[in-house]
């Protein structure tokens, strides 16, 4: 496409407030859970010492070339829902930290054969690993009429949700939606609001879906939470309300799925450190449109 695509992954957000976060031992172990451009991953690393080791996950093999050249660090090619199976792997028992920043990168955005955008003439696909075997596309024409109604609803919290998915089931026995641009033009009959925000709930809402977000979130912590030492701190940057409700109910011991919910309360194994959610500056914002809804939760094991 000719762009520097080392370049074009979004500026790591709270970058200051997220090593703050994390780094409590220059000589301790931890994890970063979305390398993503590797500014957080960098950042970490610039303050451990030569004891000090992080390990990074990311599912999408494309970071491959923003690894950081550095012994202290090791890149696992997963999804960190499989994170305490990988520490498995390298017989790692405790971990001192572990850090996730939950936002889409610029470059999944900018890449349009990824499928991620509205604009994009390429077919619906918003895979983050290509191992996954289901696109947006499949989504949109395999689903029944009330999977779709959740998808938009719980995901896209869109409030027309029930029109979109009882239209969409009835009109694609006639058109398969071939690309990006040909499904949001189709939205645009449901649109309210500005235009723009409705089209990115409703593409959001098909990407978590198709990468099973906030099942691998939930399944995340539940592994970050069993594997942190004693003291040991987890930090979480979300962008969207519902993630952002998975780490503070999670933090807090309440009930994330509906299992939990069957069976009560969990026992409580983190104390919050930030009663008030920590938010990018007003500069941080201006310079980087995409932070503005971020939210950064710590929490310490109890």
Same mark, same amino acid.
């Given at each position: ?17 997220? !090593? ?35 390990i ?5 093999r ?17 999804? %960190? ?29 900018d890449?349009?054969?990824r ?15 290509? @191992? ?6 499949? !989504? ?5 009429q009330?999977?779709?109604?959740? !998808? ?23 058109r ?7 499904? @949001? ?11 723009h =925000?409705?089209?990115?709930?409703? %593409? =959001? ?12 979130? =939930? ?11 004693s003291?040991?701190?987890l ?11 998975? !780490? ?36 941080? =914002? ?17």
């Amino acid at each position: 496409m000719g762009m520097d695509e080392s370049n074009s992954y979004h500026d790591p957000v709270l970058l200051i407030e997220s !090593v703050k976060a994390l780094i409590r031992k220059k000589d301790g172990l931890y994890i970063d859970g979305t390398l993503g451009g590797s500014g957080h991953s960098k950042a970490f690393l610039s303050v451990l010492d030569d004891e000090g080791r992080l390990i990074a996950f990311d599912q999408d093999r494309a970071v491959v070339r923003n690894l950081p050249q550095d012994n202290r660090f090791v890149w696992v090619h997963s999804n %960190f829902r499989y994170l305490k199976k990988y520490l498995q792997y390298y017989k790692i028992e405790k971990i001192d930290g572990v850090f996730a920043d939950l936002g889409v990168s610029s470059y999944h955005f900018d890449q349009e054969d990824r499928g991620f955008s509205f604009r994009s003439g390429s077919p619906l696909d918003m895979r983050m690993s290509e @191992a996954n075997p289901m696109t947006a596309h499949d !989504v949109l024409m395999s689903y029944s009429q009330d999977r779709l109604l959740a !998808v938009f609803h719980d995901f896209g919290e869109l409030t027309n949700a029930s029109r979109i998915a009882a239209k969409l089931v009835s009109d694609r026995k006639n058109r398969s939606f071939g690309s990006c641009i040909e499904f @949001a033009t189709w939205l645009e009959q449901f649109s309210y609001g500005k235009p723009h =925000q409705f089209l990115a709930k409703a %593409f =959001q809402a098909l990407r978590m879906e198709v990468n099973e977000e906030i099942k691998c979130l =939930q399944e995340f912590l539940e592994q970050a939470g069993e594997m942190l030492v004693s003291g040991g701190v987890l930090a979480v940057i979300s962008y969207h309300s519902l993630e952002d409700r998975v !780490v503070k109910n999670f933090l807090r011991g309440t009930a994330n799925d509906e299992a939990e919910k069957f069976y009560g309360r969990r026992k409580k194994i983190f104390l919050a450190e930030n009663k008030k959610v920590i938010q990018p500056s007003e500069n941080e =914002q201006s310079k980087n449109p995409r932070s503005r809804s971020a939210k950064l939760r710590i929490g310490i094991k109890i």
